[in-house]
């Protein structure tokens, strides 16, 4: 099992362009969810999907939207990338009543210049 | 002032040090404690988990809440460089659904 994988690994972006990242699971779990990680913040959580079809609005979601395109798929994608939004992101997963225990994926490295 | 509190270290130790690390909380409704551990470059992976106050033990690592004094710990016994990593506490209210709240994270480096 590959657990929780993420695409890509790094990128960067210049200010304005959009992207998309990508994540995959493939424990049968129903939840995901989006996080982002800065020096001295923590992991704050951006978006989740508790289950398939339905999505909802963590701590920061400003300037991200999600797609859960499937029960194993969750996107995060930037319309319009800004040098705030640089950050590693990670993508988590875990059953639909054991959310405390949430399974995380490698990250991706993302510079916004 | 933020809902969980932990200081960011780094805390460097002998390796067959006792270990201790430690988080404060404001928000009285948590009632979920959680420790993930997180490798450099690697995503967090959850080492210890407790419900409510009490110790709860699994091998070298001790996970400990203290709800009167909004303040949870977590020791590592007999230290191992493989120890080595950032440590986050994460809380969750009972019916709290999906959202943790996480520390900042406490580096951790074990000494030869």
């Known amino acids: 099992n590959a657990g929780v994988t993420q695409t890509p690994k790094f990128q960067v972006l210049k200010t304005g362009q959009s992207m998309t990242l990508q994540c995959a699971q493939d424990?049968?779990?129903?939840?995901m969810y989006w996080y982002r990680q800065d020096p001295g913040m923590g992991l704050r959580l951006i978006y989740y999907s508790a289950s398939e079809g339905t999505t909802d609005k963590g701590e920061v979601p400003n300037g991200y939207n999600v797609s859960r395109l499937n029960k194993r798929e969750f996107s995060l994608r930037l319309e319009s990338a800004a040098p705030s939004q640089t950050s590693v992101y990670f993508c988590a997963s875990s059953e639909i009543y054991t959310y405390n225990e949430q399974f995380f994926g490698p990250g991706t490295r993302l510079t916004v210049l | 002032q933020k809902e969980v509190e932990q200081d960011p270290g780094p805390l460097s130790v002998p390796e067959g040090a006792i270990v201790s690390l430690n988080c404060t909380y404001s928000n009285s409704a948590f009632q979920y404690f959680m420790w993930y551990r997180q490798y450099s470059r690697k995503g967090p992976e959850l080492l210890m988990y407790?419900?409510?106050?009490g110790n709860k033990e699994d091998g070298r690592f001790t996970a400990q809440v203290d709800k009167s004094s909004k303040y949870i710990s977590l020791f590592i016994r007999d230290s191992q460089p493989s120890d080595s990593a950032t440590y986050l506490c994460?809380?969750?209210?009972?019916?709290?659904?999906?959202?943790?709240?996480f520390g900042t994270g406490t580096q951790l480096k074990v000494e030869l």
């Open positions: 424990m049968n779990h129903n939840s």
């Open positions: 994460a809380m969750n209210p009972t019916g709290g659904g999906n959202k943790l709240t």
């Open positions: 407790t419900y409510s106050s």
